[in-house]
């Protein structure tokens, strides 16, 4: 299994593509194709999208394109979060990053794609849940904004890639971690 | 006020693994001085203390069917020594009110079958104390200006990551018969006996015994091996040994840390 890598190599027998691999989190793939049975060797290249490479119609593909169209709408809305902050919207502002929010849970059934998803969008979860309903600063809609591109681009990140993530997050100022962290901490830490 | 401290591990603590109140005031004290230092020793005391019960309670959501089941371990294991306090914040725990799946509405139940509540309760649990944990762990040394004090008997290992989903933070001690910091208290029989003396002055419970037997022991027989349970014995009295004259001991724990402070000419500090 290929976890990350920058060049897929896939030897194609009888050039009938097979489907339903682990996607490399890139969004140009190199595809070497070799063809068997005849001396010469054919270098292809062509841009593969993720979407490009599972069927539609399998349970993984389902939720991996659910995914990244839920990420790709968190990124929009964080965009445009971004960009009516900068025109003196705040309440368009406001209503991207809630409209955002919504989407976390249903994000979060997609967790099983990755751990780094799955701890992303709890943090996210978190951090939006946490500000009781203040609005985000222009540095944190931009964290946001970071958070849900780089899952978007990858929403196979390992857990290590989610860390660095949750750190921007919380560098930016919010609170990633659940109020009940805070009751743990009462028990544990003395 | 001096413009150096050194940080013991409550206040390492309260910066790692505190986002609120606490954690917010470790942090802010830090950047208060123009220099502070970590001993190593604070990290070994966090990862052998705090970081541990987390550890523990991580482990447990992840071999425990129910969340609930996760948290009543806590109960079990006598973890709160205040019994109303433990109630109330295990009930809170327990209900877990700000949990991701609290949003989840019927359609979108519908539409992902075989994700209850319980379980996303559970699995957001495990998620986001693995990010508490590990998050807290790689900044350990980040924290402070410079990491002071290292200690070649302890062995800094990572945590690791089984293939089974539980963490594991073995080894927490050091392997060693004779602790590496033997021979250099041993050649500061003054500081030693100042702090024995001290120990009077703290309050009386079983850790003030412990650490009082381990510094006779050090005075009457130095040749006599250090134990790594004897060194964690030692506890609060490694700070004011390793707290240079221009620095001081910044602790939320000030009543254990003042009395052996002073008794080296030194002082303490804790965030506000």
Not at chain 2, 54 to 74: P, S
Not at chain 2, 77 to 97: H, I
Not at chain 2, 251 to 267: F, K
């Amino acid at each position: 299994m290929v976890e990350t890598s920058q060049l897929a190599v896939a030897n194609v027998i009888d050039l009938n593509e097979r489907r339903g691999t682990y996607v490399p989190p890139t969004r140009n793939i190199e595809v070497e194709v070799r063809s068997y049975g005849i001396e010469d060797v054919r270098i292809a290249r062509r841009d593969v999208q993720i979407e490009d490479l599972y069927a539609g119609d399998t349970p993984t593909a389902q939720l991996i394109n659910r995914a990244r169209q839920l990420l790709a709408e968190a990124e929009d809305f964080s965009v445009n979060a971004q960009r009516m902050l900068s025109e003196g919207d705040g309440v368009g502002a406001d209503n991207e990053i809630t409209l955002l929010q919504a989407n976390l849970p249903e994000l979060f059934f997609c967790r099983s794609l990755s751990e780094g998803l799955g701890a992303v969008t709890v943090a996210l979860h978190h951090a939006l849940t946490n500000r009781n309903g203040s609005p985000l600063t222009s540095d944190q809609i931009f964290a946001v904004r970071t958070a849900c591109q780089k899952l978007h681009s990858n929403p196979f990140a390992p857990f290590t890639d989610a860390l660095d993530l949750i750190d921007g997050l919380a560098d930016a100022g919010l609170v990633t971690d659940p109020p009940e962290a805070e009751l743990l901490s009462d028990f544990f830490v003395r | 006020m001096s413009d150096k401290a050194l940080i013991d591990t409550s206040v390492l603590t309260d910066a790692l693994l505190k986002q609120r109140s606490e954690g917010t005031a470790a942090r802010d004290a830090l950047t208060k001085f123009k220099q502070t230092e970590l001993p190593v020793y604070a990290i070994k005391e966090f990862k052998a203390g705090p970081l541990r019960y987390y550890v523990w309670f991580h482990n447990k959501v992840v071999t425990t069917n129910r969340w609930e089941d996760a948290v009543d371990a806590i109960r079990k294991l006598g973890v709160t020594p205040q019994r109303n306090r433990q109630s109330t914040a295990l009930q809170a725990l327990v209900d877990f009110e700000s949990h991701i799946g609290r949003s989840i509405t019927s359609a979108l139940a519908a539409k992902y079958p075989g994700s209850d509540v319980n379980e996303v309760k559970r699995s957001e649990a495990r998620l986001w104390l693995k990010t508490l944990i590990l998050r807290a762990w790689r900044k350990r040394r980040k924290v402070t200006t410079r990491v002071v004090s290292q200690l070649s008997c302890y062995p800094e290992a990572e945590l690791k990551i089984n293939s089974n989903g539980t963490l594991d933070d073995r080894p927490v001690g050091c392997p060693v018969q004779d602790c590496c910091m033997r021979e250099p208290l041993i050649r500061r029989p003054d500081a030693l006996a100042s702090l024995l003396k001290a120990c009077d002055r703290l309050p009386e419970k079983p850790e003030t015994h412990k650490r009082r037997q381990v510094l006779r022991q050090l005075v009457r027989t130095p040749k006599r091996p250090l134990s790594d349970a004897d060194c964690r014995k030692l506890g609060d009295a490694i700070f004011a040994l390793q707290c240079p004259q221009d620095a001081v001991i910044l602790t939320t724990n000030v009543v254990d840390h003042e009395p052996l402070a002073n008794a080296l000419g030194l002082s303490v500090a804790r965030p506000a």
